[in-house]
C-alpha cells in the first residue's frame, strides 16, 4: 500500500515537501513516479527515481527534486518556486515498466494529496 502526504496550501514562490510511504513493498526494488491531476484535466507525469536516476519532465525541471530513503522506505518530492499551475492532486505509485512517466505503467494509485498554490 502506497499513501502520498504532505500537501497543503502554499503562496506562489513557496516550497513543499511531499511524501510517499510503502507498506508491504521496498520502494527502493521499484521505479517510484510521482503524477499529478489538476481539475478538468488528465494525469501527468511528473517525475520518477529509478535505479538509472531521476527524471523530469521541463515542466518541474529546476524546482522539483524526488529522493529516496530506503531506511524509512519513503519517497520525497521536494517542490520550490511553486506557481499556481502546480496546483492539483498529487499521487505516488510504483512500476517495474521502462514506461515510467505513463500512468498505464501503474496499477495502484492510493488517495493523493492536495497541493494548492495560491498566487
Known amino acids: 500500500q502506497l499513501q502520498a502526504f504532505g500537501g497543503g496550501l502554499v503562496q506562489a514562490g513557496g516550497s513543499l515537501r511531499l511524501s510517499c510511504a510503502a507498506s508491504?513493498?521496498?520502494?527502493?526494488?521499484?521505479?517510484t513516479g510521482w503524477f499529478r491531476q489538476a481539475p478538468g484535466k488528465e494525469r501527468e507525469f511528473v517525475t520518477a527515481i529509478r535505479l538509472s536516476g531521476t527524471y523530469y519532465p521541463d515542466s518541474v525541471k529546476g524546482r522539483f527534486t524526488i529522493s529516496r530513503d530506503s531506511d524509512k522506505n519513503t519517497v520525497y518530492l521536494q517542490m520550490n518556486s511553486l506557481r499556481p499551475e502546480d496546483t492539483a492532486v498529487y499521487y505516488c505509485?510504483?512500476?517495474?515498466?521502462?514506461?515510467?512517466?505513463?500512468?498505464?505503467?501503474?496499477?495502484?494509485w492510493g488517495q493523493g494529496t492536495l497541493v494548492t498554490v495560491s498566487s
Open positions: 505509485s510504483i512500476t517495474n515498466s521502462g514506461y515510467y512517466h505513463n500512468t498505464r505503467s501503474y496499477d495502484y
Open positions: 508491504g513493498r521496498i520502494l527502493s526494488r521499484y521505479t
